[in-house]
T-cell receptor, first 116, second 110 residues
Framework: NAGVTQTPKFQVLKTGQSMTLQCAQD?????MYWYRQDPGMGLRLIYY???????DKGEVPNGYNVSRLNKREFSLRLESAAPSQTSVYFC???????????????FGEGSRLTVL | SQKIEQNSEALNIQEGKTATLTCNYT??????LQWYRQDPGRGPVFLLL?????KEKRKERLKVTFDTTLKQSLFHITASQPADSATYLC?????????FGKGTRLSVIA
């Protein structure tokens, strides 16, 4: 049982390059999320998708776009990478959509991105 | 705006003692609160959830309390072991999706 799978695990980009982080979950969850984690800042929400076909901005959406490709997959795209986007990115999923009473999150192992 | 504070960035404790981590929040009233564990280089893993109408929740050596008057949750690990060393994150449920505290890094020293 893979859970939440993120690719790639590591990536180095130059300023201005673009890339897409991929995320897939095999738990049939409705909701998916992208967080970034920086030292001293904790986990901050970039975008989320409460259910297939919907996406919403989180706390720090600038410089990112997302696509909920289907129920399993939620990708995060950096169109023109900047050094400030150097971070560890985590994808997560949860069983029910917005308004759930539990909303336990299942996280992937993270994607470590460095922008030079 | 909502704010979540976890008592300290780092906490060192002797093996066998009880570790107590604090999560304070302001400006809202969460319906429940979750605790997660994160090991270095890994994603967070869910540990416990406590609802606003529950005073205390236990799971093996873990105990969580939730005081909605004080706007505080305490996370206890009894008989702590070096394997408990990790960062612990709290996440009061305000609305979806979850907002996390910055975490407390616990080191249990043998």
């Amino acid at each position: 049982n893979a859970g939440v799978t993120q690719t790639p695990k590591f990536q180095v980009l130059k300023t201005g390059q673009s890339m897409t982080l991929q995320c897939a979950q095999d738990m049939n969850h409705n909701s998916m999320y992208w967080y970034r984690q920086d030292p001293g800042m904790g986990l901050r929400l970039i975008y989320y998708s409460a259910s297939e076909g919907t996406t919403d901005k989180g706390e720090v959406p600038n410089g990112y776009n997302v696509s909920r490709l289907n129920k399993r997959e939620f990708s995060l795209r950096l169109e023109s990478a900047a050094p400030s986007q150097t971070s560890v990115y985590f994808c997560a999923s949860s069983e029910r959509g917005a308004g759930t009473l539990t909303g336990e999150l299942f996280f992937g192992e993270g994607s470590r991105l460095t922008v030079l | 705006s909502q704010k979540i504070e976890q008592n300290s960035e780092a906490l060192n404790i002797q093996e066998g003692k009880t570790a107590t981590l604090t999560c304070n929040y302001t400006n809202y009233s969460p319906a429940y609160l979750q605790w997660y564990r994160q090991d270095p280089g890994r994603g967070p893993v869910f540990l416990l959830l406590i609802r606003e109408n529950e005073k205390e929740k236990r799971k093996e050596r873990l105990k969580v309390t939730f005081d909605t008057t004080l706007k505080q949750s305490l996370f206890h690990i009894t008989a702590s072991q070096p394997a408990d060393s990790a960062t612990y994150l709290c996440a009061p449920r305000i609305n979806t999706p979850l907002v996390f505290g910055k975490g407390t890094r616990l080191s249990v020293i043998a």
